[in-house]
């Protein structure tokens, strides 16, 4: 069967299997040197060095308030010209606590990435909402 995909949900297929993994050097190197995050409190430039050193340290958190797996779920992607596309994400993330059922919450966010170069890099990340927001009011994060 021929491999219908566009080259931006391949890159996505494996930006969510390095999320899902905890590849944290491969999933740096899906963002450029330097890249914006934005979100509802505002948007600062990142290294991807920086981010790099601070995944471990999300990943943990995560991991102690019950994340048990991240998928993605939906990718619509929007072509802006011949090098830059947007692509809007969902992901499901699952967690599990001992003496209650799997919770799953949905997240959307939003990239900007340069498909103009091999391999493509995310040069914009924006988190349509706040998780740890969204995991306080479902008793997961202390508040």
């Given at each position: 069967?021929?491999?219908t995909?566009?080259p931006?949900?391949?890159?996505f297929?494996?930006?969510?299997?390095?999320t899902?993994?905890?590849?944290?050097?491969e999933?740096a190197a899906?963002?450029?040197?330097?890249f914006?995050?934005a979100?509802?409190q505002?948007?600062r430039?990142?290294?991807?060095?920086?981010f790099?050193?601070?995944?471990p340290?999300r990943?943990?958190v995560?991991e102690?308030?019950?994340?048990?797996?991240?998928?993605?779920?939906?990718?619509?992607?929007?072509?802006l010209?011949?090098r830059?596309?947007?692509?809007?994400?969902?992901?499901r993330?699952?967690?599990?606590?001992?003496?209650?059922?799997?919770?799953?919450?949905e997240?959307?966010?939003?990239y900007?990435v340069?498909t103009?170069?091999?391999?493509?890099?995310?040069?914009?990340y924006l988190?349509h909402?706040d998780?740890?927001e969204i995991?306080?009011?479902?008793?997961?994060?202390?508040v």
């Amino acid at each position: 069967m021929e491999n219908t995909k566009t080259p931006i949900a391949l890159f996505f297929d494996e930006y969510a299997h390095h999320t899902e993994e905890g590849n944290i050097p491969e999933l740096a190197a899906c963002f450029a040197d330097s890249f914006l995050a934005a979100g509802p409190q505002g948007a600062r430039p990142v290294r991807a060095s920086d981010f790099a050193l601070a995944l471990p340290k999300r990943y943990k958190v995560f991991e102690s308030m019950g994340c048990r797996s991240t998928e993605l779920t939906g990718l619509q992607e929007n072509r802006l010209d011949s090098r830059y596309v947007s692509a809007r994400t969902q992901w499901r993330l699952t967690f599990e606590r001992p003496g209650m059922e799997a919770l799953p919450i949905e997240v959307e966010s939003t990239y900007l990435v340069d498909t103009g170069t091999e391999p493509f890099r995310i040069l914009v990340y924006l988190a349509h909402s706040d998780i740890m927001e969204i995991l306080k009011q479902h008793g997961i994060a202390p508040v």
